[in-house]
């Protein structure tokens, strides 16, 4: 799968987990001028939108200033899934020229794996085929959560291909793609009555877009059938869906600062014909969403403006008819200063891959609805008032409708109902919910870059959560919010990196998580703060070889990224990865 970081200001945003990031619809074009284009693979098609995970807003990073662009690699592997397991990282490898070969394995405490293989065949000029392969995860045992003395032999393995051609015609080039990904799991111990788990997937993707500016309009079309299966569900059994995604985009130049564009996707999804077991109701029903997005953009000096709207149409999921801004507008001053406001929103689709990347242990038991944007507005000031040191202060709000989160729930055996987790009478199981939420949110992010020897850069949020609904009461003791029990009040991120030498990297990175509700009503305990201590190093052996090591969880705290499901203790992973 590809990955690309767009590291602003030379640091790499990618050292902050995005655990608690959302991202809605595509931005217009960046014209950022300090920033890191960090690519693992050159080419790979955009079909996989279940990169829309969670439900934070990532507030869009403004154009600064025109300077460089320096081009590196990072061989770190594509996100991890779950969130919990091992996080493998290589540092950074510059090169000077692009290789068309990369193998990276590497191993660790808690049968850690870490495995990428991309090999990039260029026939000809016009001619490109990339290969990937890549696998990781981990199996070991963990601590139970909340002072629960069981052991749990957890284990989660992915593994990821893909096949990527793309041939440059005179004025157009076409992309023909393939992907395939399974992932292997088991639950917690008392959870389902079928402890294991398996998700299997597949994709195939057409694509073309026009490579001649000189053309009155340019364009850009594509259309991916896209499947997915769940072996297991608690109350529905297997389930299988099946997604037409359709997309489009066509831009007009009104002159050298101003165009006009339009936006198109469909996706028509398809399920197997699943019922619940215990009423017999038809869970799944296949469904149509068509977003169309309108837009004006002017680019000049000191102006970068984008103005439009998000029509969206639904049937069978929702309400049918939905209308979000699309704006944004940014003001350059004094080269380095930035006044920036956006207003935007949008459709997030929540297929499967969506809500195997929000929780894979979650249960989709309920008639499932598109998360909707209707408002992500923001403020924000950036500014760069001494070389290498930039710092930016935001501020905004965001309304979610049907936004998605995770409570607990069991099924009572033999009549018996009891809330207790751990009572092996009951099935017990993370179930998937909907409601109404927004948020306010306020907070700052600053670094500092020295020549290529020293990065650094911090950031923290402050968030304000509300929902409509997902209050619960403990026995009559404690009333808690179960829709804001995995949301973040307040989240903090550090990163540093030091080049002491041509060959020598290393890496220091700090997560740090609040949750927004922290009583959960299991054993009378509150949810832990994530928190994070990984330290990382990389080392070039000789020209395309190098060896590499990561520790993650430093202090070997206990926290979860879904609720109830542990994280690794102090754990780490080491390697070697070859260009060629």
């Known amino acids: 799968m590809k990955r690309t970081y767009y590291t602003i200001f030379g640091i790499a945003l990618a050292a902050f987990p995005a655990v608690a990031q959302a991202q809605t619809k595509p931005q217009p074009k960046d014209t950022t001028v300090n920033r890191t284009v960090v690519v693992e693979q050159q080419y790979n098609p955009d079909i996989m939108d279940a990169a829309k995970v969670n439900v934070l807003p990532k507030v869009e990073e403004p154009t600064v200033s025109k300077k460089a662009v320096e081009y590196a690699t990072f061989a770190t592997p594509s996100a991890t899934i779950p969130a919990g397991t091992m996080k493998a990282y290589v540092g950074k490898e510059t090169k000077t020229s692009a290789t068309p070969g990369y193998v990276r394995l590497g191993y660790g405490n808690y049968n850690n794996l ?21 696998m990781d995860g981990m199996k070991g045992e963990l601590d139970m959560p909340f002072g629960d003395a069981r052991k749990w032999d957890a284990r989660y393995y992915r593994t990821r291909a893909n096949v990527d051609y793309v041939h440059q015609f005179n004025k157009l080039d076409l992309n023909v793609a393939g992907n395939f990904g399974l992932s292997n799991f088991n639950y917690e111990p008392y959870s389902f009555e079928f402890k294991k788990q398996k998700f299997t997937s597949g994709d195939v993707h057409f694509g073309v877009k026009s490579s001649d ?63 619940e077991k215990n009423t017999g109701e038809q869970i799944y029903d296949n469904r149509t969403a068509l977003a169309v997005t309108p837009y004006y953009e002017l680019n000049n000096d000191d102006w970068r403006l984008h103005i439009g709207a998000n029509i969206d149409l639904s049937l069978g999921s929702g309400k049918a008819f939905r209308v979000s801004p699309d704006i944004t507008a940014q003001y350059v001053f004094s080269d380095s200063y930035v006044l920036y406001a956006k207003a935007t929103g949008g459709k997030l689709i929540n297929d499967f891959r969506r809500l195997e990347t929000y929780n894979p242990y979650l249960d989709p038991n309920i008639r499932v609805k598109d998360t909707y944007e209707q408002l992500n ?82 950031e923290g949020t402050y968030y304000h959560w509300t929902a409509d609904g997902g209050m619960k009461e403990n026995l009559g003791s404690h009333n808690y919010n179960e829709a804001l029990l995995m949301k973040p009040e307040f989240k903090l991120g550090f990163n540093a990196e030091v080049h ?66 542990p994280v690794e203790g102090l754990n780490f992973l080491g390697g070697l990865s070859f260009k060629f």
């Open 213 to 275: 500016e000189t053309l009155p309009l340019q364009f850009r079309a594509e259309t991916n059938l896209l499947l997915y299966n769940r072996q297991h569900n608690q109350l529905l059994g297997g389930l299988t869906e099946s997604i037409v995604r359709t997309k489009g985009k066509v831009t007009g130049a009104i002159n050298d600062q101003q165009l006009v564009g339009i936006v198109l996707e469909m996706n028509n999804m398809f399920y197997s014909k699943i019922k």
């Open 500 to 565: 002491p030498m041509q060959a020598l990297w290393f890496n220091l990175g700090y997560e740090y998580i609040l949750r927004a509700e922290r009583y959960t009503g299991i054993y009378d305990k509150d949810i832990p703060a994530v928190s994070n201590l990984s330290l990382g190093a990389t080392y070039t052996i000789y020209k395309g070889i190098s060896v590499y090591a990561k520790v993650d969880n430093l202090l070997n705290k206990k926290y979860q990224y879904y609720l109830y499901y």
């Open 114 to 134: 870490d495995f990428l293989a991309n090999y990039l065949f260029r026939f000809s000029d016009r001619d490109k085929l990339n290969v990937n392969l890549s």
């Open 377 to 458: 507005a923001a403020l924000g000031f950036k500014a760069s008032p001494a070389p290498g040191v930039w710092f930016d202060i935001f501020g905004g709000y965001q309304n979610l409708k049907d936004d998605l989160y995770q409570a607990r729930d069991y099924l009572p055996i033999n009549g018996t109902e009891q809330w207790n987790w751990t009572d092996v009478i009951n099935e017990n199981y993370i179930a998937l919910h909907q409601t109404n939420t927004s948020n306010l949110y306020v907070g700052a992010k600053a670094s500092y870059q020295y020549k290529d020897i020293l990065s650094l850069a911090a």
